[in-house]
């Protein structure tokens, strides 16, 4: 075993010599065979006394025995050729892969092929979460950035350049390593191995610009997008780089989503109809609808950007993704639904008014609607804002619950008491009372004496009186005299203060009301004329 060693050492410094001096090649496969032969012919005089030790000179100062098998000679010459053959010539800024021989702690070291070893550091080819994307065996791709008799490193971006590796490095678009030296209009200057280059603002980073002066002094990788005047007007991008990455990222990531799936994302954006999450190069809208139950003006009042937060996919189309943060809450209805029933009384707040009605909140989650017509009594409302306003308390009464369609209806009028009940209270028989004109149809005028409280002027009375009266006296005030009152139909019957007294009263202006409820013309709902 040391006699081989001692030849494999020998058969180094042959290579090793070689490489460093520049021998015509005639020389050195006579000095190779030379050495080869005085090598074998000092193994063949050991073997045969093996019990005289001698030292390296007095090897060489013996004389060769001319008993050498030639052949052994020829095949150490052989394989020397073939070793200085495989080693590879490189220079800085060349692209090589090689297989992993060994991973440590700080470096990755590779094979190059023949002789030839390099080396990589670890935290170069690691990914933003800490994680080597590679093993022993697998092929790692880099570039030289030094390059010696003795050592081989690679990188994963050149960072030891000159004016022409530049120019190569943009034509195959190899990524360089620069520092961001200054912010000036416009961009920045970036010092690539102390050649100057500018960065636009637009491509130093992949999202908004918003703190241009954090990039100073740092380091990153760039691609050459422009190389112009032979390296005097160079342009790069940090950009192109980062995009390139989200991309692959978010290729993986679209593989591993579903709809279904619960994932946790970072909020990247605010806006007024929602907030878009990062799911890992990709992004995700979560509309302002599916952040809660509860119903929230702005998005703000629940997240900020930055905030990390669990959601679940309810829709995807390509690499439009839609989540909701509301799918992994219990809902508010389910468990109202099972608290509440008809006729319970509920305090609730008004979320909008809508011109059929008002949407309240019941409880946090859980809304109801009070139906225009069930906001007063008898009162002809145009608009739920006319009683109620947005935002203010009220007490109301559950009048139907639907469990299948998850719908509430309420009641404001239910809760309010009935003028009917003690009408006389507030008006008699031949009583003259200030009205409001409500309405004025064809066959006569509707006039409030009372909220909830509504009497009919005949348009006959109206013309023995000689009284001018059509919609556009509505809303004015009116003195009428009241004929006669019926709680039983709850109708009031109406007649102008300055009507003859010789006019009889006819039921003819009745009739007229009755047939055009026939014909469908708009009634209030809750006029006492109603069941006539």
Sequence with gaps: MEKNDEKVEILNEVTETSEKKEIPDEQVEKSTEETIIETTEEIVEETIDETKIETPEEIVDEPIEETIDESEGEKFEHMLEESLTHIQHLEVGDKVSGEILNITDSYIFITLGGKRDAYAEKADYVEKKGKLPLKIGDTLTGYVVKCSDTETMVAKSLTSVNVNILHEAFEEKIPVSGK??????????????????????????????????????????????????????????????????KNKLKEETLKKLEIGSVIRGKVTRLTSFGAFVDLGGVDGLLHISQFSWSRIDSPSEVLNIGDEIESKIIKMKGSKISLSMKALQENPMDIALKDMSEGDIVSCRILRNLPFGSFVEIKSGVEGLIPISELARGRRINNPSEVVTEGELVEAQILRIDPEKRKISLSLKSLQPDPWDNIYEYV??????????????????????????????????????????????????????????????????????????????SKDDWHKYKKQRKKKEVIVEDSPFADL
Excluded: H
């Excluded at 002094?217 to 950009?239: L, M, P």
């Excluded at 004109?437 to 023995?464: H, M, Q, R």
């Design 428 to 505: 008699a028989e031949n009583d003259i009372v200030a009205g409001e004109i409500e309405n004025v149809v064809s066959f006569g005028a509707f006039i409030k004496i009372k909220d909830g409280i509504t009497g009919l002027l005949p348009s006959s009375k109206i013309k023995i009186a000689g009284v001018k009266l059509d919609k556009s006296n509505t809303g004015e005030e009116f003195k009428v005299r009241v004929v006669k009152i019926d709680t039983d139909a709850r109708r009031i019957s109406l007649e102008p203060t300055n009507m003859p007294e010789s006019a009889s009263d």
């Design 180 to 245: 961001v030296q200054s912010l000036i209009k416009g961009g920045y200057i970036i010092d690539i191995s102390g050649i100057k280059t500018f960065c636009p603002l637009s491509q130093i980073d992949n999202k908004l610009l918003v703190e241009p002066k954090k990039f100073l002094n740092q380091t990153f990788d760039f691609v050459i997008i422009d190389f112009k005047d032979n390296g005097r007007n160079i342009v790069v991008s940090r950009k192109v780089i980062l995009e390139e990455e």
